[in-house]
């Protein structure tokens, strides 16, 4: 299921701490050589509080039946990922322009635990989409590494084998633009026939449940059987929508 969110963020910066304590604890001539190492760890915790919440936001914070800000996404050089999205050319795009009739979005930072515990999910979540003729092309997933460099982004990709598209926010534009959200974050678009657009969910936190999270988009997206009626068959038998965890 979906986790609260307050304490996949205590359990976020208390891993970095668990980390740096052990790097200082260690005896002998790895002291040192641990010691420099702690340097890294010190970025993530700060990293951590700074993704917390919104000092002094510079957009509003994504709700449902809003619409996305002007995000400008570089169209990505790799075929399969261009083929994905249903872009061409090069150059930048909107996210409503990808061919679609929803779009998760995953705002996160790959050097918070939870982002990286739910890489896995994301990475389940795809195939389920994929595997099923009724969503394949219907539902489409991208995530934004905020604070991020390209050279991060694919490091992470091969790591933890994330079959779709993640775009790098190395300065945090896009992140300010979102209203500094917290991370991890998930937000899903509904796109209309004109190209139009609306927020139909969020959710903060992570995910490990995937199954009534599909059920939901897809609901949530309005995505149609050949009948006519919402799909529901991402749910299994005798499942029913899980309560409460649309916002």
């Known amino acids: 299921?979906?986790?609260?969110?307050?304490?996949?963020?205590?359990?976020?910066?208390?891993?970095?701490?668990?980390?740096?304590?052990?790097?200082?604890?260690?005896?002998?001539?790895?002291?040192?050589?641990?010691?420099?190492?702690?340097?890294?760890?010190?970025p993530i915790l700060l990293l951590s509080l700074a993704l917390g919440g919104p000092a002094f936001a510079s957009g509003s914070t994504p709700v449902r039946g809003g619409k996305l800000p002007a995000l400008r996404l570089p169209i990505p050089t790799d075929s399969d990922e261009k083929i994905y999205l249903g872009l061409s050319g090069e150059g930048f795009f909107d996210i409503p322009q990808i061919k679609a009739e929803g779009v998760l979005?995953?705002?996160?930072?790959?050097?918070?635990?939870?982002?990286?515990?739910?890489a896995l999910a994301?990475?389940?979540?795809?195939?389920?989409?994929?595997?099923?003729?009724?969503?394949?092309?219907?539902?489409k997933l991208i995530g934004i590494g905020a604070g991020n460099t390209p050279t991060e982004i694919e490091?992470?990709?091969?790591?933890?084998?994330?079959?779709?598209?993640?775009?790098?926010?190395?300065?945090?534009?896009?992140?300010?633009?979102?209203?500094?959200?917290?991370?991890?974050?998930?937000?899903?678009?509904?796109?209309?026939?004109?190209?139009?657009?609306?927020?139909?969910?969020?959710?903060?936190?992570?995910?490990?449940?995937?199954?009534?999270?599909?059920?939901l988009m897809v609901e949530a997206c309005g995505i149609k059987q050949a009948n006519g009626r919402a799909k529901e068959a991402a749910l299994p038998p005798n499942e029913s929508r899980p309560e409460g965890i649309l916002k």
């Open 1 to 42: 299921m979906i986790e609260s969110f307050s304490r996949e963020k205590e359990k976020c910066l208390s891993d970095c701490l668990k980390r740096s304590t052990a790097l200082l604890s260690c005896p002998g001539r790895r002291r040192s050589k641990l010691r420099n190492a702690l340097r890294s760890f010190i």
């Open 155 to 215: 490091a992470f990709k091969q790591t933890h084998n994330i079959p779709f598209p993640i775009f790098p926010d190395e300065d945090l534009t896009i992140h300010n633009s979102l209203g500094e959200v917290r991370i991890p974050s998930f937000i899903a678009i509904r796109i209309e026939k004109d190209g139009s657009h609306e927020i139909v969910h969020t959710h903060l936190g992570g995910l490990t449940d995937t199954t009534p999270f599909l059920a």
């Open 105 to 118: 979005i995953k705002i996160f930072n790959i050097y918070c635990p939870v982002c990286q515990s739910s």
């Open 122 to 139: 994301m990475a389940k979540l795809y195939r389920q989409i994929e595997n099923n003729p009724d969503l394949k092309n219907k539902i």
